[in-house]
């Protein structure tokens, strides 16, 4: 039989391995523009961002980036849910935030290699445009703030 410490152990290494799978996975799945279009509908709303712009503000961050596009203004978010930008005033209501992994987002500022980035909202989701390729299938927060 087990003694009360080695099965203490065991439990402890086998949730800290799944919460190192749960936290190394990436959020977020690039799409051909087209083939966005097609599976999320057409865009509904959007604003745009100077790449340089976005690379810099993605070097306040560590692992996660949050995005909310509302009424011809965007707030950017990251871990922690920390302001990293805003163009508009922002409180924190607990409002729900697109969260995408940080190396997405610079899969596809690499991928897309355009100067322009074109945050968009669509009937029931949120996207990031960079030249042909769009970021798709981020994570609400809450309740998935990671």
Same mark, same amino acid.
């Given at each position: 039989? =087990?003694?009360?410490? %080695?099965? =203490?152990?065991?439990? *402890?290494?086998?949730?800290? =391995?799944?919460?190192?799978?749960?936290?190394?996975? $990436?959020?977020?799945?690039?799409?051909?523009? %087209?083939?966005?279009? &097609?599976?999320?509908?057409?865009?509904? &709303? %959007?604003?745009?961002?100077?790449?340089? &712009? *976005?690379?810099?503000?993605?070097?306040?961050?560590?692992?996660?980036?949050? =995005?909310?596009?509302?009424? !011809?203004?965007?707030?950017?978010?990251?871990? @922690?849910? #920390?302001?990293?930008?805003?163009?508009? @005033?922002?409180?924190?209501? /607990?409002?729900?935030?697109?969260?995408?992994? #940080?190396? #997405?987002?610079? $899969?596809? *500022? @690499? %991928?897309?290699?355009?100067?322009?980035?074109? *945050?968009? /909202?669509?009937? @029931?989701?949120?996207?990031?445009?960079?030249? !042909?390729?769009?970021?798709? #299938?981020?994570?609400? +927060?809450?309740?998935? +703030?990671?």
């Amino acid at each position: 039989m =087990f003694s009360t410490k %080695k099965l =203490f152990l065991m439990v *402890l290494l086998f949730v800290s =391995f799944l919460s190192s799978i749960t936290y190394s996975q $990436e959020i977020g799945q690039i799409f051909d523009s %087209k083939e966005a279009d &097609e599976l999320f509908g057409p865009v509904l &709303e %959007k604003m745009s961002i100077n790449a340089d &712009e *976005l690379r810099a503000i993605l070097s306040s961050t560590d692992n996660k980036i949050m =995005f909310r596009l509302e009424n !011809n203004s965007y707030t950017i978010l990251g871990d @922690n849910r #920390k302001l990293l930008y805003c163009t508009d @005033n922002f409180i924190d209501s /607990n409002q729900v935030f697109h969260l995408y992994s #940080k190396s #997405k987002v610079l $899969e596809l *500022l @690499n %991928k897309g290699s355009e100067q322009t980035v074109i *945050l968009e /909202n669509r009937r @029931n989701v949120f996207s990031i445009t960079v030249g !042909n390729y769009t970021l798709e #299938k981020g994570a609400p +927060c809450p309740p998935n +703030c990671g």
